[in-house]
């Protein structure tokens, strides 16, 4: 791995530099992550005082679990379900800020600014727009002839978490979106204008392909912020409910191991969503040193 | 100042990678060494072990009377002028110019005084208060050296320092870095792979070659008398003509010509004319078969070939010029080197140090 | 702009000010709630213009809480939010800068290890391990304290990562020109590395900063006692009174006091935020 051509001699002063960043990571990322291993093979009886190995049965149950199963094809619609709604808005934006010439900076400014808002403050924004009994939304709903319920109707909530993580994330998005925009070079976009092609035209032929780069990243990225950065949306929303119809993967990890306290099963499940963070991170580190190789 | 030593120097790379495979050199107090190579040569290696940047994997480097294979490079009394100069950018050029010295608890009058001096040395005085990026290129350069100079240390070490300006500018600073080390005289070792460079600005030309020493000597000597193939071919612009030939009854042939009598070799060799040596005349038949002519103002040079050997002559301006043409060479312009080692064959023809001159 | 068309011009404008409207107007909403009289709320639709009762409403919540939930004064959570914040951000960007330094300008044994024990973390969100964390975290008595709140999240292999990589891009002669004129490895630090990070320290400060801001379920297990609640998670609570409608105008208006801070940073600092934000991708 790569270090400068000089280095610097001493046989203490690295250690001492990069121990108070391995104690933390040893300490709280290795050791719980090591222990939900060793969990995820082992059953409590109910009353927690013993425990004993019981191999793999606590992913074949997960496996066997419809509940699990329900959950994880929830997390598949959700994530795909915001990736695409706040990318395609995104991009949208992005598009019309990249035409602008003057104030686009004064439209930059108005448009990121819902990154810094936490997701769980998102969460509430929404919820309260669409309070069953005095969000502004389900008024206007009502009007055309919907009855909104995010409580009871599975639809209406997932619509709803979908809306306020999306809404969330269309700053990030904007932003990557408009410095990809941004490094293709007008002389490409120029030589298709005299090619002849029109906006529409050159935007499939030209910029959206050379944008596909920045395009993957996002997905990946947006797949990563669904799966595991909306906690407190779902949290403040929804909380899961109702039936079950927007229990993501981390708010039941959430759930099953502080609400009921089956922590052979919870352990699993983180286990299982570590090994889907670990996919994503390779699949975005790749994409990061191919670009860098470039 | 210093003489500096080399004894059987070697670099080593983990991994098994020899950089530098066995230097022995002594530099004079004084004196303005140039190490001159292609890249990968080991030149600049050379330079950062004698700085102390590199670690030597066997032999001993000594600065004065002091083996400093182990000395940090803060404490061997040197000075190093880097190729993009290494400007401390978020400092103003005198902060630049005194951190050194303020590292080695110079009393504050005294770091004044030699900021002083080299700022009018390096005529920098004008600028000492602005940060390196509002400096030209030029400018940047002479306040790299002057980070040397003001530590006033035993030697300079100079990293290709001029690679990074314009033609123009270059032969400017080439011209400047002269006049200072006849000025302040420190011992001064010097990387470069342009050998233009490397002939005007050394007393003392080393040329190195896969880890090697090729050569050592004064750089008209090396110019004149080659010891190897290598040599021959790297100092010179345009380059020496390097043709295979064979000696046979004494006579030297390029294939079926005949080029010259009197060779005292036997069999194959590579035969060395340097451009400027080789004169031709216009004649139907001749050996020399003329492609193109190149002008150059003062001169022009006739690019072709002998028996499909490339050869480029150097030609005056009044000479004729012709599709084919006869050559004729002076003895002692003649290189000769073995095929197999490709050394210098000497003693081959009659040679005198001033023929080049006598024939020019 | 390749070609002058005044429609698509006017269309690149009105998908702007559509944007910005969808962004704003949760926010907006928000606003106009929290400056009602609660008794508004009872009556259908909420209003779209803003009330007469926000300072008062503001008032209260900053200094006095709201009894009926429990919930501390908002100043105090703001107080949290804050130390927890800065903790995190300060805490993330101090070990990370370090720890790359040692990476980057040295070879020790174990170095390369250490890196991927570094890079691992990158893959364990708290949200992934959060019952172990949790029981780590309550083995060593760190719950209801800041050491609690900020210490488990402040290994951060982006930060570490970002910082590599800049000092990557530092021309090596730098150290080299550094170390012959005498400096020591803390010294190059502290004179070359240290001010030459500066940009990129004041974006991760941004970037952090609005992450420990913003953190949710992690104060939500650690902290039991209300003076140790954050404003974000203790919205939760004011919006999770048992059996009743929760009171709307001093949700809505903690919400707009948790939203101001890090989204006053994000448009006071936009060109670093958009550096930090852009650059941790590289």
């Not at chain 1, 978490?161 to 979106?177: C, D, G, P």
């Not at chain 3, 990562?161 to 190059?188: C, H, N, V, W, Y």
């Amino acid at each position: 791995m790569q270090t400068k051509r000089m280095t610097f001699r001493s046989h203490w002063l690295p250690y001492a530099l990069i121990a108070p960043q391995l104690a933390v990571t040893l300490i709280f990322f290795i050791w719980p992550a090591a222990q939900a291993i060793r969990q995820s093979f082992l059953r409590e009886d109910p009353f927690g005082l013993s425990s004993r190995f019981v191999g793999l049965a606590n992913y074949t149950r997960l496996l066997d679990n419809p509940e699990y199963l329900e959950s994880f094809r929830v997390t598949v619609v959700f994530s795909t379900a915001t990736a695409a709604l706040s990318m395609g808005l995104a991009l949208l934006l992005a598009l019309a800020v990249d035409r602008i010439i003057r104030a686009n900076q004064f439209y930059t400014t108005l448009v990121i600014w819902p990154y810094a808002v936490a997701p769980a403050v998102a969460g509430v924004l929404w919820w309260f727009m669409f309070n069953p009994t005095i969000g502004i939304f389900t008024y206007i709903l009502e009007v055309v002839g919907y009855d909104w319920n995010d409580r009871l109707n599975s639809a209406d909530a997932m619509t709803l978490v979908v809306v306020a993580a999306s809404w969330k994330q269309i700053s990030y998005n904007f932003l990557f979106f408009v410095a990809g925009l941004q490094s293709i070079p007008m002389s490409l976009r120029e030589a298709a204008a005299i090619d002849g092609a029109g906006p529409v035209k050159r935007f499939f032929t030209v910029v959206f392909p050379l944008l596909s780069p920045t395009t993957f990243f996002l997905l990946v990225v947006n797949i990563t912020y669904t799966m595991f950065d909306t906690f407190g949306i779902v949290d403040a929303t929804t909380a899961g409910g109702p039936n079950r119809a927007t229990n993501i993967l981390v708010y039941k990890v959430y759930q099953d191991g502080f609400i009921g306290l089956n922590l052979g099963s919870s352990a699993a499940q983180s286990v299982i969503l570590m090994l889907i963070v670990m996919a994503l991170t390779f699949v975005q580190f790749r994409w990061i040193e191919r670009r860098v190789q470039y | 100042m210093a003489q500096i030593t080399l004894s059987g120097v070697k670099k080593i790379y983990p991994g098994g990678v020899e950089a530098v495979k066995g230097v022995d050199l002594e530099i004079a107090e004084g004196e303005f060494v140039v190490f001159v190579g292609p890249s990968g040569c080991g030149k600049s290696t050379l330079l950062r072990m004698i700085a102390g940047l590199e670690t030597v994997s066997q032999g001993e480097i000594r600065i004065g009377d002091r083996v400093v294979n182990n000395v940090e490079p803060a404490d061997r009394d040197i000075a190093m002028v880097f190729q993009n100069y290494a400007l401390y950018p978020h400092m103003s050029v005198r902060q630049n110019l005194s951190y050194g010295l303020k590292n080695r608890k110079m009393p504050k009058e005294e770091i004044t005084r030699r900021i002083d001096d080299t700022a009018r040395i390096l005529q920098i005085t004008d600028y000492l208060d602005r940060k390196p990026r509002a400096l030209s290129g030029g400018q940047r350069q002479r306040v790299a050296m002057g980070r040397a100079i003001v530590r006033d240390p035993a030697a300079f070490l100079f990293d290709e320092p001029l690679s990074n300006l314009d033609a123009k500018l270059r032969l400017h600073m080439r011209g400047e870095i002269k006049h200072l080390h006849r000025r302040l005289a420190t011992t001064s070792v010097y990387v470069t792979h342009d050998q233009l460079e490397a002939m005007t600005l050394a007393d003392k030309l080393v040329v190195l070659n896969g880890g090697r020493i090729e050569q050592v000597g004064k750089p008209l000597d090396l110019y004149r008398r080659p010891a190897s193939v290598f040599v021959a071919g790297f100092l010179g612009a345009p380059a020496m003509n390097l043709l295979d030939a064979h000696v046979d009854g004494g006579a030297l042939h390029v294939g079926d010509v005949q080029i010259l009598q009197g060779v005292a070799a036997q069999g194959p060799v590579i035969a060395g004319l340097r451009p400027e040596d080789v004169h031709a005349r216009v004649q139907p038949g001749g050996a020399f078969r003329l492609e193109f002519v190149e002008e150059l103002g003062g001169m022009r040079l006739l690019h072709g070939s002998v028996e499909g050997q490339r050869l480029i002559i150097q030609s005056p301006l009044q000479a004729e010029v012709g599709p084919e043409m006869a050559l004729q060479i002076a003895p002692e312009a003649l290189h000769l080197f073995n095929v197999a080692d490709g050394m210098r064959i000497t003693n081959a023809v009659r040679q005198a140090p001033e023929a080049a001159d006598a024939t020019g | 702009m390749v070609e002058n068309r005044p429609f698509l011009t006017f269309l690149a404008h009105l998908v702007m000010v559509l944007g910005v409207l969808f962004v704003a107007f949760p926010v907006w909403i928000a606003f106009v709630a929290s400056t009602h009289e609660p008794g508004t709320f009872l009556s259908g639709v909420v209003p779209m213009l803003p009330g007469k009762a926000g300072w008062e409403t503001y008032r209260q919540i900053l200094f006095s809480g709201v009894s009926a939930s429990g919930a501390p004064p908002i100043w105090l959570m703001m107080k949290n939010s804050l130390i927890m914040a800065l903790s995190i951000t300060v805490g993330k960007i101090t070990i990370s800068i370090l720890s790359a330094f040692a990476i980057v300008y040295f070879r020790f044994p174990f170095r390369v290890a250490a890196f991927w024990l570094i890079f691992i973390t990158l893959m364990l969100p708290v949200e992934v391990r959060i019952v172990p964390t949790f029981k780590v975290v309550a083995d060593l008595g760190m719950l209801n304290s800041y050491a609690g709140l900020s210490i488990p999240l402040i290994a951060s292999a982006t930060a570490t990562f970002l910082f590599r990589q800049f000092f990557l891009t530092i021309p090596d002669e730098l150290a080299e020109a550094a170390r012959i004129d005498g400096a020591s490895p803390m010294k190059f630090f502290r004179d070359m590395v240290l001010p030459l990070s500066r940009t990129n320290i004041a974006a991760l400060f941004v970037i952090l900063f609005i992450y420990g801001w913003n953190q949710y379920v992690w104060p939500m297990l650690i902290t039991t006692d209300p003076d140790h609640y954050t404003l974000v998670m203790g919205i939760k609570r004011m919006v999770a009174v048992a059996d009743s409608d929760p009171q709307w105008n001093y949700v809505m208006a903690s919400v707009v006091l948790a939203m101001l801070p890090p989204v006053l940073v994000v448009v006071g600092m936009q060109r670093l935020f958009v550096k930090g934000l852009v650059e941790q991708e590289k």
